[in-house]
């Protein structure tokens, strides 16, 4: 079982370009979530979705947006990366009326 | 504003001894708290939880305490062993709140032989 999988795993962004970060789940979980984690600094909630085709703005939502075509994939994008964005992104999924939540290895993110 | 905190960034500990770590929060609308645990290069994973019903939930060498009063809780793991070093985050929520959850800052132990 490979659980969430998170693509890249690096990236190395110039300030201005955009990309996008690839979750994905076979677990056919419901909800999933994005999370930044900076130094000093807990987890903190970018933006979230309880099932396909549906989103929700959390605690940092600035600057992000997300998607959920399928629901075994949450996409976070940057359409204008600023070196404010320089972070370790986290993915993480979870069943409906569970409170634990799976997450990913992680994507380290740099912008110059 | 951070609703968790846990205000011991580091912890050293012998192998063998306790290791206590604490974590408070300020949103008494919080009724169920986990604590994570994250190695270098991994994501968090789950380590145990309590319900805001309970004052103590034991798991092998991991017992955590709550008290709701003082909106403290702790994470006892006793014996400590060489492979508990990480960093450890408290997490807490609401259960109607679509699984989002409040993270502490976290806390490195190092266990030394």
């Known amino acids: 079982n490979a659980g969430v999988t998170q693509t890249p795993k690096f990236r190395v962004l110039k300030t201005g370009q955009s990309m996008t970060l690839l979750c994905a789940q076979d677990?056919?979980?419901?909800?999933m979530y994005w999370y930044r984690q900076d130094p000093g600094m807990g987890l903190r909630l970018i933006h979230y979705s309880v099932g396909e085709g549906t989103t929700a703005k959390g605690e940092v939502p600035d600057g992000y947006n997300v998607s959920r075509l399928k629901k075994q994939n949450f996409l976070l994008g940057l359409e204008s990366a600023a070196p404010s964005q320089t972070s370790v992104y986290f993915c993480?999924?979870?069943?409906?009326?569970?409170?634990?939540?799976?997450f990913g290895a992680g994507s380290r993110l740099t912008v110059l | 504003d951070q609703q968790v905190k846990q205000n011991s960034p580091s912890l050293s500990v012998q192998e063998g001894r306790i290791s206590i770590l604490n974590c408070d929060y300020t949103?008494?609308?919080?009724?169920?708290f986990l604590w994570y645990k994250k190695y270098p290069a991994e994501g968090p994973t789950f380590l145990i939880s309590i319900s805001s019903i309970k004052d103590k939930n034991e798991d092998g060498r991991f017992t955590v305490f709550l008290n709701k009063s003082a909106k403290h809780l702790s994470l006892h793991i006793v014996p400590s062993q060489p492979g508990d070093s990480a960093v450890y985050f408290c997490a807490a929520m609401k259960t109607d709140s679509w699984g989002k959850l409040q993270f502490g800052a976290g806390t490195q132990v190092v266990v030394t032989p």
């Open positions: 677990m056919n979980h419901e909800y």
């Open positions: 949103n008494s609308m919080f009724d169920y």
């Open positions: 993480a999924s979870t069943t409906s009326g569970a409170n634990v939540l799976t």
